[in-house]
């Protein structure tokens, strides 16, 4: 089975503009989630979608945002883009109460 | 607040030997999960190993083993007969069990070399 993709593998934006990062999850799973791995720090859990409902964000600001589509697919925009947002950007799916599975990430570089 | 704590940010390890990664956690869940996961340079998350925190006996997959003390709140991954394909940074991460996956709380990582 096709696992977790994200597009694009890599994205550079200058401070101030908009991100959109894309993400098409395993296919059954219904709930996406969004992950920010920024250097030398663990993951941290940004958003989780199910069934095309936000479920729970975690500690970010209004900037972070996103939508599943009714395919379960799923977007993540950061608007007004700051220096600190550069990090790796990870999609993962799953099934309810089961281990999530991960994509390869998108980096996002700010300058 | 569930935390995970990984205090090991590297460690190396010849070909062939035996390697333990330490976890601690902190929670006052009682039923819950934990995971290891591996990211390899190919920045994909890998799960390597999951253990339900009911069950007493220790979860094994193959080389990798974890040693799960539950009254202690330790989860520390053994990896035997290491392999230059398991140089990759580990993550240690903890679920909540009545709430599903996004309570999943990762720690830091421990970054491990397989050296030939």
């Known amino acids: 089975e096709a696992g977790v993709t994200q597009s694009p593998t890599h994205l550079i934006k200058t401070r101030g503009q908009q991100a959109t990062l894309r993400c098409s999850p395993i296919s059954g799973h219904t709930s996406v989630y969004w992950y920010q791995q920024a250097l030398g720090l663990g993951l941290q859990f940004l958003l989780w979608y199910d069934e095309g409902e936000e479920r729970n964000r975690g500690n970010f600001p209004p900037r972070f945002s996103g939508r599943q589509f009714p395919n379960y697919s799923s977007e993540l925009n950061v608007n007004a883009l700051e220096l600190e947002d550069s990090a790796l950007y990870l999609c993962a799916s799953s099934l309810v109460k089961s281990p999530l599975h991960f994509g390869n990430g998108t980096r996002l570089t700010v300058t | 607040a569930q935390t995970v704590t990984q205090s090991q940010p590297e460690m190396s390890v010849q070909e062939a030997e035996t390697v333990t990664l330490s976890c601690t956690y902190d929670t006052s869940e009682n039923n819950y999960y934990l995971f290891w996961y591996k990211q390899p340079p190919s920045r994909q998350m890998i799960l390597v190993i999951r253990?339900?925190?009911?069950?007493?006996q220790n979860a094994t997959e193959n080389r990798f083993s974890v040693n799960f003390q539950k009254a202690a709140k330790s989860f520390s991954l053994k990896i035997s007969d290491s392999q230059l394909g398991d140089t990759a940074m580990y993550f240690c991460?903890?679920?909540?069990?009545?709430?599903?996956?996004?309570?999943?709380?990762f720690g830091t990582g421990t970054r491990l070399t397989v050296i030939p």
């Open positions: 991460a903890f679920m909540k069990f009545q709430t599903g996956a996004n309570n999943l709380f």
């Open positions: 253990q339900e925190a009911y069950k007493q």
